[in-house]
């Protein structure tokens, strides 16, 4: 089993508030990420994080942003949520680059803005 | 970056072997190759990697063909939890490798 884990599964939140969706992982990993997915569509890469302190920006524009204060937490802040924002949002994590070891992922956060 | 190219959709009889093939003619000799799957309603989990020889494990096999331009993946007792979206993956990145997820293949398992 996975020891990677998103709260809350389920949001529904009005426009315009501030929202914090939460990952986080005991395995120890170096490596975060966080996803996008929206119903029978693809996953895009949002943002990523090689390490406490370091995140950068994936293939896909978002207006959120994420911090990496501690190696085994990943928080996605909306710091003003829009129904354009309702999607699904994938947290992974991996112990090393991924092309030599596996990926996890957690549930997943199912966030609907109205 | 190497891209694949996978069928939208397969349908298979439960307790029969599924193929599930991946095409990446643009493959480098360093590309590693990873097989996700997506249950509905979930995160995607791993199911199996290789670099030049065939795998196994647990879940599923992985044939890798000579020349390393198309794989497949074969499950060999299909059973209806292994109904999902398989995605073949070639990890790429400046130099610490993301997973960039296509469309995958519909695996549906009929009864």
């Known amino acids: 089993e996975a020891d990677i884990y998103q709260t809350p599964r389920y949001l529904v939140i009005g426009t315009g508030k501030k929202i914090t969706l939460e990952c986080s992982q005991t395995?120890?990993?170096?490596?975060m990420y966080w996803y996008q997915q929206d119903p029978g569509m693809e996953l895009h890469l949002i943002h990523y994080?090689?390490?406490?302190?370091?995140?950068e920006k994936g293939d896909l524009s978002s207006e959120s942003t994420v911090s990496r204060i501690r190696t085994e937490h990943f928080p996605l802040t909306l710091e003003s949520a829009r129904p354009s924002h309702t999607s699904q949002y994938l947290c992974?994590?991996?112990?090393?680059?991924?092309?030599?070891?596996?990926?996890?992922f957690g549930q997943g956060t199912r966030l609907t803005v109205v | 970056d190497a891209k694949t190219t996978q069928p939208n959709s397969m349908e298979s009889n439960e307790e029969e072997p599924v193929h599930l093939p991946c095409n990446h003619s643009?493959?480098?000799?360093?590309?590693?190759i990873h097989w996700y799957r997506q249950l509905p309603s979930q995160g995607p989990e791993y199911v199996i990697h290789?670099?030049?020889s065939n795998v196994n494990n647990r879940m599923a096999s992985l044939a890798i063909a000579e020349d390393r331009k198309s794989s497949t993946l074969i499950l060999h007792r299909a059973t209806l939890r292994d109904a999902a979206v398989y995605y073949c993956?070639?990890?790429?990145?400046?130099?610490?490798?993301?997973?960039?997820f296509g469309k995958g293949t519909k695996l549906s398992v009929i009864p």
């Open positions: 992974a994590s991996s112990g090393s680059v991924m092309a030599h070891t596996e990926a996890f």
């Open positions: 395995m120890g990993h170096d490596k």
């Open positions: 994080s090689y390490g406490v302190n370091s995140t």
């Open positions: 643009t493959i480098s000799g360093t590309d590693y």
């Open positions: 290789g670099l030049t």
């Open positions: 993956i070639l990890p790429s990145g400046a130099g610490s490798y993301q997973l960039t």
